[in-house]
């Protein structure tokens, strides 16, 4: 169960992406359409980075992915903006068949303000799930800093564009400390388009 709603907008930071086309378009332009359809939803898209072409995670598992981060402004709780992610994914023509396959569009809840969830020690068993069950397994809740955010490229090379300075709530790190430790071939995978 997500926390109450806070009586302010909140800043949402989150990932979209594609690597799969969607009614012919690339999937840069796929992005490109998902994020004018967050304006449909009433979501005020407050920063968006540059757009990335990543590798597919994990290696060989399909195409190379567009990818941009985005702040957003939300009043409501964190199983609505949930809501309103997989309703643009299905739109979209997003089908959840296999875990880190090929998407027409992936949109990703990697912080919720400040807020931990569902709780701490939900987040850190995730946090130290071992790759091999990270693959098999799929939280039955949202899971909220992102679980995997620390050891992804494609997720803080996008947001060292619009939120350097963000603090993860539980390790005290900034997004540009976190990229900083990333593997230098990680950092190198990400090409701006």
């Not at 990335?52 to 199983?79: H, Q």
């Not at 397994?137 to 899971?143: E, G, N, S, V």
Request: charged share 25%.
């Amino acid at each position: 169960m997500s926390p109450k709603p806070l009586p302010k907008d909140v800043s949402c930071l989150c990932l979209v992406g594609s690597n799969q086309k969607w009614l012919g378009m690339p999937s840069k332009d796929v992005v490109i359409e998902t994020l004018r359809r967050f304006q449909e939803k009433n979501l005020y898209v407050r920063s968006l980075s540059r757009f990335y072409k990543t590798p597919a995670f994990p290696a060989g598992s399909g195409p190379d992915f567009a990818n941009a981060a985005i702040e957003i402004l939300f009043k409501g709780e964190s199983d609505s903006l949930l809501e309103i992610f997989h309703s643009i994914e299905k739109e979209m023509g997003r089908k959840r068949e296999k875990r880190w396959g090929e998407r027409t569009v992936d949109i990703d809840l990697i912080s919720f303000d400040t807020m931990v969830f569902p709780d701490v020690a939900v987040q850190r068993s995730w946090v130290n799930l071992p790759l091999a069950e990270q693959m098999q397994k799929t939280p039955d809740r949202l899971i909220v800093p992102h679980p995997r955010m620390q050891d992804r490229a494609f997720v803080l090379g996008p947001l060292m564009d619009i939120a350097p300075d963000w603090c993860h709530p539980l390790t005290g790190q900034t997004v540009r400390q976190m990229y900083e430790a990333l593997p230098e071939m990680d950092k190198a995978a990400l090409e701006i388009l």
